[in-house]
């Protein structure tokens, strides 16, 4: 299940919905009431923002963007709209509230990660959609949401692990690698999905389409631009046409 940003053309777009001329009525004044007694560090790591940003929040000196907007109203079991403008009603709704009781909204950015030569990293550094996993799930398979980000492959290299177009589900906590396992690499601009080898001079990368697409070997000396952005752990591939 995903969710997209919404696009609109409408001239409101760019006004702040967080701000508000009332005193006692603006955005900082509810967060303060959400948070109450409870420590702002507490508060802070249950929303999965940074303390540093999230004082900043509280103070009044800076306000949230969209998706930290969205953390802080779930971590608070209250509406966006609510926390965002004062208006409607302050708790989730139902439905929602229960959705997100099941579901982790995991983010998706406009990457494609090269199975082939390489793929030059497009500039998006905001998600461009949320795609639902279930919470049973990744405590299953021992993972943190916070550590978890969504990419799209391109390319055959991986066939046939993985397919042009097939969802990559990178946790970003596992950047060392381990002989065998897949990892989206970056070096310099370009960005792989491939198996990693270490070795004592080298590390190569590795395609399962051995046959089209030999190893990749970066040498230690060139280990200053490579970077091990995570691990893939899971993939989500479409069927048929």
């Known amino acids: 299940m995903s ?12 006004q702040n919905p967080l701000s508000d001329s009332k005193k006692g009525s603006g955005f900082t004044d509810r967060l303060n009431l959400l948070v109450g007694s409870e ?23 800076t ?16 509406s966006v709209e609510w926390l ?11 439905e929602e509230a229960s959705f997100l009781d099941e579901f982790s909204l995991i983010p998706g950015y406009d990457i494609q990660v090269s ?23 990744l405590k299953f398979r021992g993972f943190n949401e916070k550590d978890l980000v969504i990419f799209w492959a391109k390319g055959d290299s991986m066939e046939p692990t993985i397919s042009n177009n097939d969802t ?12 065998g396992n897949i990892y ?19 590390w190569l990368l590795i395609s399962d389409n051995k046959a089209v697409y030999p190893p990749i070997e970066i040498k230690r000396e060139d280990m200053d631009n490579l970077e091990v952005i995570g691990r893939v752990v899971h993939i989500s591939k479409d069927i048929g046409v």
């Open 168 to 179: 990559l589900v990178v946790n970003t906590a596992q950047t060392r690698p381990v002989d």
């Open 39 to 61: 420590a702002g560090r507490s508060f802070a790591r249950k929303a999965g923002i940074p303390f540093s940003t999230f004082h900043k929040y509280l103070a009044g000196t």
């Open 115 to 137: 199975t082939g030569h390489g793929a030059v990293p497009s500039h998006e550094t905001s998600p461009t959609r949320y795609l639902a996993f279930r919470k049973k799930w």
């Open 184 to 202: 989206v690499i970056r070096h310099g601009d370009t960005l792989w999905a491939k198996r990693v080898q270490v070795q004592l001079s080298a």
């Open 3 to 14: 969710y997209d940003k919404e696009h609109t053309n409408d001239s409101k777009r760019n």
């Open 84 to 94: 965002a403008t004062g208006k409607g009603e302050s708790l989730a709704k139902p």
């Open 63 to 78: 306000q949230p963007s969209l998706d930290n907007l969205v953390l802080l109203a779930n971590a608070a079991g209250v």
